[in-house]
């Protein structure tokens, strides 16, 4: 069997650039040969994920702890399909996940320890770029304020939680410079760490175990 795909994960503050760069690092690997495949929570497409949108487009209201478990669940629900694609030799480059969930909860005053409990045993990512930005730089970009959680004071509360979650597989970016200069100084460091995969290959790994 060939070597299974690494799990390159995105993780920030809302409008920080997540989207635009996942999705540009999915198209720069697939055109250098490595398969690659984009994957976002929370995935808005399924009943769960239908049940978190109407929540963060302020159409609902839901205890923070109901939500939370719903992020959770959101993830749960997609690691079959997660570890099939790994398994198959397809990297997945991923747009949030159980740190978004931990950061934004536990910025809302819930207990870290709780927040993290229900993604314990998660897929654990290979490696996370943390696009950093200073919520009041963020709030000057398109479509800012829109959505539930888009307030600067609790974007600065997420931003410091999620410096408590960091490891050594972090790496943080200054999200502030030009998308291409993001994209490529991404691409140099993915493209290092599939070499020493290539190497050295890693089994998948379990999240906060
Ligand atoms: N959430 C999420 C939880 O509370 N718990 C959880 O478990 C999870 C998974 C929705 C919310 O849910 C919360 C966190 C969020 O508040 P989402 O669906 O990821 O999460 O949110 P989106 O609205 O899709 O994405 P973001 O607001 O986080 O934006 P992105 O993806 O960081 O930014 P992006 O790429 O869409 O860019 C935003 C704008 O800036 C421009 C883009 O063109 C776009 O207009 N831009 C730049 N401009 C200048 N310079 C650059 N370098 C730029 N890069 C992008
Ligand atoms: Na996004």
């Known amino acids: 069997m060939g070597r299974r795909g690494l799990f390159i994960l995105f993780e920030g503050c809302d409008r920080s650039g997540k989207t635009t760069q996942s999705t540009r690092l999915v198209e720069a690997l697939n055109e250098s040969g490595v398969k690659a495949k984009l994957v976002k929570f929370?995935?808005?497409?399924?009943a769960i994920g239908k049940m978190i949108d109407e929540y963060l487009t302020q159409q609902t209201?839901?205890?923070?702890?109901?939500?939370?478990?719903l992020f959770s669940a959101n993830r749960w629900e997609a690691m079959d399909q997660i570890r099939t694609d790994l398994e198959?030799?397809?990297?997945?480059?991923?747009?949030?996940?159980?740190?978004?969930?931990?950061?934004?909860?536990?910025?809302?005053?819930?207990?870290?320890?709780?927040?993290?409990?229900?993604?314990?045993?998660?897929?654990?990512?290979?490696?996370?770029?943390?696009?950093?930005?200073?919520?009041?730089?963020?709030?000057?970009?398109?479509?800012?304020?829109?959505?539930?959680?888009?307030k600067s004071q609790l974007q600065l509360e997420v931003r410091a939680k999620f410096f408590t979650l960091m490891d050594k597989s972090w790496t943080v970016i200054?999200?502030?410079?030009?998308?291409?200069?993001?994209?490529s100084q991404i691409m140099t460091?993915?493209?290092?760490?599939?070499?020493?995969?290539?190497?050295?290959?890693?089994?998948?790994?379990?999240?906060?175990?």
């Not at 929370?42 to 399924?46: F, G, I, L, S, Y």
């Not at 460091?189 to 175990?209: C, M, N, Q, Y």
């Open 189 to 209: 460091l993915v493209k290092r760490s599939l070499d020493r995969h290539e190497e050295d290959p890693a089994p998948i790994g379990k999240l906060w175990t």
């Open 42 to 46: 929370p995935d808005r497409t399924t």
């Open 174 to 183: 200054d999200a502030i410079k030009d998308a291409d200069q993001i994209h």
């Open 88 to 150: 198959s030799g397809t990297t997945l480059v991923v747009d949030r996940y159980a740190f978004s969930g931990a950061a934004f909860s536990a910025a809302k005053r819930l207990s870290l320890k709780w927040c993290k409990a229900p993604d314990v045993g998660l897929i654990a990512p290979d490696r996370v770029f943390f696009l950093d930005i200073h919520p009041d730089d963020a709030a000057k970009r398109p479509g800012y304020g829109e959505e539930r959680y888009e």
């Open 61 to 69: 209201q839901l205890d923070d702890h109901a939500i939370h478990l």
